[in-house]
């Protein structure tokens, strides 16, 4: 089964790269190159499994990379506890962040859920 919708039209992949861009903002200023270089390795993953699960035509091939992509919004979270602790940015930026990340994380789950339905 095709999913017609555009990538830059699907919700998720929208809003990964709004988190993205939100992290890329505040970490701007962070001293610590292996940390943003950890943060941003997680991002581009983070939207490119969105990406690689929306091409696919198969729901095993599309799950398996959604799942890979949930994942990854864990491992943000994580890391941007982290930078709260290290206090690489202001804690209620970071909440925010965080909050935003665990939406994702459910809301690609929902994603998926729906597709199972479909296929």
């Not at 990538?7 to 990964?16: D, R, S």
């Not at 992290?23 to 939207?47: A, K, P, Y």
């Not at 599309?62 to 930078?83: D, I, V, Y």
């Amino acid at each position: 089964m095709e999913d017609n919708i555009q990538l830059e039209n699907l919700e998720i992949w929208e809003e990964a790269v709004k988190i993205r861009n939100e992290v890329d903002n505040v970490l701007h200023e962070c001293d610590n190159e292996e940390f943003r270089n950890e943060i941003q390795r997680t991002l581009t993953s983070l939207t490119s499994l969105i990406e690689k699960g929306h091409k696919h035509n198969v729901y095993k091939e599309k799950s398996n990379h959604l799942f890979a992509a949930k994942g990854s919004c864990g491992e943000l979270c994580s890391l941007l506890h982290f930078a709260i602790k290290l206090e690489y940015f202001n804690s209620k930026i970071g909440m925010e962040l965080i909050e935003q990340s665990r939406e994702l994380g459910a809301k690609i789950y929902e994603y998926i859920q729906s597709l199972k339905k479909r296929f």
